[in-house]
């Protein structure tokens, strides 16, 4: 029985993908690939601003939410209202939760149970996934 898809708003061919976006950023958002730990300068970034889908440009964190885990990849303890969603990621010999971008479906990382408060959870996220926008000084 072959395995359905689901279906997300955003929704383009393979091709189109692959015209869109960078290798990364395919391989991450399309291919559910890994970046290197300590490769993406957003690990870093506290500027004030959001972090959207690299895929589709959907606003998937706020600035509010990013802490610094010491993992090497940016991390946030909540995602943005209706900005993702998850499912169970049984590769490499382990289960983690996936996250995935709630309208384009791409890969993003995943989420783990070791975060601060006030939810306790880790949003452990390719950079390569994300697309930084600054917020204006007001």
């Keep these: 029985m072959a395995k ?12 189109e993908w692959q015209q869109k976006l ?5 391989h991450i958002l399309r291919k559910h690939g890994t970046e290197r730990a ?17 895929g589709c440009g959907k606003k998937l964190f706020g600035s509010e939410a990013k802490f610094n885990s010491g993992t090497g ?19 490499f010999f382990m289960t983690r939760t996936e996250v995935h971008c709630a309208d384009c479906g791409g890969h993003l990382g995943h989420v783990f ?6 939810t306790g959870l880790r949003y452990c ?14």
């Design 38 to 54: 300590f490769t993406s300068p957003l690990d870093k970034n506290y500027d004030a601003g959001d972090y959207h889908c690299a």
């Design 113 to 118: 149970e070791d975060g601060p408060p006030p």
């Design 73 to 91: 990849w940016p991390s946030f303890w909540a995602p943005a209202d209706d900005a993702v969603g998850t499912s169970t990621d049984r590769g």
């Design 4 to 15: 359905t898809e689901k279906t997300f708003p955003v929704n383009k061919t393979d091709a």
């Design 125 to 138: 996220m390719n950079g390569a996934s994300l697309d930084f926008r600054k917020r204006e000084a007001s």
């Design 22 to 26: 960078s290798p990364t950023q395919y």
